[in-house]
């Protein structure tokens, strides 16, 4: 029955929402409890049986998840870093895949080459929501999110095409190293093509069209499905064509939105990730059962052997990738080295570490087919689902939870210039509005008081920016004081409002305007 089914999803929002909150509590990072709450809940008598069908992770979830990550993602930092993202996106995925597949023919009996090959596409691509994170209340330099998010954004789509390769190995019997590698360039292509494509027709209905916040929230939700679903029908890669695509409107956005149509697409988008984010990390954790009951031929103490051996190779091979990739482009280049300076080990390590698995590794591996061409059973597909589910609890785990102690042992250093140029932003501003008053409103400022003190205002802003670029003015002590006051004096306003409300004294769409101007307030001064 429907209901049923709507009752689980409903259940499951709720339940995430709750252990969303418990993880702020223990401030642990939320894809970690989300799985293993996920995995205690699976194993509680009488709890529903909650199958992820990879049909569904790979339509509904994941383009907007990637969507959003493009979006968020800086394309000026993307193309800077594109040499280490890239080397890690492709480089050590293919790298990955391949030490994985050796291994696991040697490990595991009767496991061919080709069921290595698939394993190892499957769980090369490490996922940085559960980095981001564990890194978002933590000091970490920029430049190591940058990278894990870049690599992010890419790598997922290298291990699928990976993951094809093997499949078709598998079904076929043959594999062409050289028509392969002419499918590989055709499917990245023509994928981020077809998304470029539809970002333009896009950004031209944003632009040139009379659209409403309503109408503009909406495009943005519906446009990664369209550059997922039409690249995918065409067999090309859905993956980079969400990527290519969201990087292309998100450069362009500042031209394409108002300010209520961004205040309303960047809410909605905040809730929609994290309702989706946190349902796919509950459902993995809900997943287990069914997959140690589907084993065949193996003792479940087999299988953790193998396990535990393939997550712990798929953390120190991308440690052995890390330290290579970062320093050998430097001893070939001198002029990486004038350009970037010197590189430390420490940053080199945390990206090293920074390997968990997720979503799209577990959905790719419920993805496999349940019978070959022929009609026999799949060969392991049940001890490689298995073994995908323990590299991600055990990535999650060991990796999430230690990551801050490993910050806070290897004491990186964050030498970051935000503040400097937050005060460059001022001053430029500032300095732009004082221009303008100065040539459209000098008549006005000489002759009306207000206008004068707006001019005044500016040049205060400009004044205290300048100074404290130079080092003469240094952010006053009573400036949390100050911060406080404002707070408490727009509570006072918001404590009038609910009086009006309360006596019907004015409309309710007039108070609900003056709430939203606090609310806007409110959140300005806090940022301040």
């Given at each position: ?159 699928l095409i990976v993951f094809r390769f093997a499949l078709v190995a598998i079904f076929t019997g043959q594999f062409t190293f050289w028509q392969a590698t002419g499918s590989f360039f055709s499917v990245v ?88 984010n946190g349902v796919v990390f509950i459902m993995i954790g809900l997943q287990l059962p069914g997959i140690i009951h589907g084993i065949e031929h193996y003792s479940l103490s087999d299988c953790i052997v ?223």
């Amino acid at each position: 029955m429907i209901q049923d089914h709507l009752l689980v999803v409903l259940a499951l929002l709720f339940t995430t929402s709750m252990l969303a909150l418990l993880s702020n509590k223990l401030n642990v990072s939320y894809p970690i409890l989300l799985v293993l709450a996920g995995l205690v809940i699976s194993f509680i008598p009488g709890v529903p049986v909650v199958k992820m069908d990879p049909n569904i992770i790979f339509a509904v979830f994941l383009p907007p998840l990637l969507y959003s990550a493009a979006w968020n993602t800086s394309w000026a930092e993307f193309w800077r870093l594109r040499r280490p993202i890239g080397l890690l996106a492709f480089g050590l995925v293919i790298f990955t895949a391949t030490a994985i597949a050796f291994f696991a023919r040697w490990l595991i009996p009767d496991c061919s080459l080709a069921l290595g090959f698939l394993l190892g596409g499957i769980i090369s691509p490490p996922d940085a929501v559960a980095a981001a994170s564990v890194f978002k209340d933590l000091k970490v330099p920029s430049r190591i999110v940058a990278i894990l998010e870049g690599e992010s954004l890419v790598n997922d789509a290298s291990s699928l095409i990976v993951f094809r390769f093997a499949l078709v190995a598998i079904f076929t019997g043959q594999f062409t190293f050289w028509q392969a590698t002419g499918s590989f360039f055709s499917v990245v292509i023509m994928g981020v093509l077809i998304g470029l494509a539809i970002a333009h027709v896009v950004y031209a209905i944003h632009r040139f069209l009379p659209t409403t916040p309503s109408i503009d929230t909406a495009l943005t939700l519906i446009a990664p499905y369209l550059m997922y679903l039409l690249a995918e029908h065409f067999h090309f890669s859905g993956v980079l064509a969400v990527v290519s695509g969201g990087l292309f409107l998100s450069f362009r956005s500042s031209d394409i939105f108002s300010y209520d149509s961004r205040l309303q697409t960047i809410t909605v988008w905040n809730v929609a990730i994290f309702l989706l984010n946190g349902v796919v990390f509950i459902m993995i954790g809900l997943q287990l059962p069914g997959i140690i009951h589907g084993i065949e031929h193996y003792s479940l103490s087999d299988c953790i052997v193998f396990a535990v051996a393939i997550s712990v190779l798929s953390i120190i091979v991308r440690l052995i990738w890390v330290f290579p990739s970062a320093y050998l482009p430097r001893l070939f280049s001198r002029r990486i080295v004038e350009k970037e300076g010197p590189l430390s080990w420490k940053p080199v390590f945390v990206i090293g570490w920074s390997g968990m698995r997720g979503v799209v590794s577990l959905a790719s591996a419920l993805a496999i087919p349940l019978t070959l061409a022929d009609g026999t059973a799949f060969p392991h597909r049940n001890l490689i689902l298995f073994i995908t589910f323990a590299v991600i609890l055990f990535t999650l785990v060991l990796q999430g939870l230690s990551l801050p102690l490993l910050l806070r042992v290897l004491k990186l250093e964050v030498i970051e210039n935000d503040a400097s140029q937050e005060q460059q932003i001022r001053h430029r501003l500032a300095t732009a509005v004082i221009a303008y008053l100065d040539d459209n409103c000098s008549h006005e400022i000489e002759a009306k008081p207000l206008f004068r003190r707006v001019k005044e205002k500016y040049e205060r802003m400009a004044e205290i920016a300048e100074k404290q670029l130079n080092g003469e003015e240094q952010t006053p002590a009573f400036i949390h004081d100050y911060r406080q006051m404002l707070l408490e004096i727009i509570e006072v306003r918001r404590g009038e409002l609910k009086k009006m409300h309360r006596n019907k004294e004015f409309a309710d769409h007039l108070i609900r305007a003056r709430e939203r101007e606090l609310d806007l307030e409110e959140a300005r001064t806090r940022k301040n």
